[in-house]
């Protein structure tokens, strides 16, 4: 389905903004 799909690529797309900024937090050296 469409809506499951868009989910999935939302979903994907959160996770990264997640692990970037955990990587720009420990790159700050919190």
């Known amino acids: ?12 797309h959160f996770v990264r903004r997640q692990h970037a900024a955990c990587r720009l937090w420990r790159s700050r050296g919190k």
């Open 1 to 12: 389905m469409m809506d499951e799909k868009a989910n999935g690529i939302a979903f994907v």
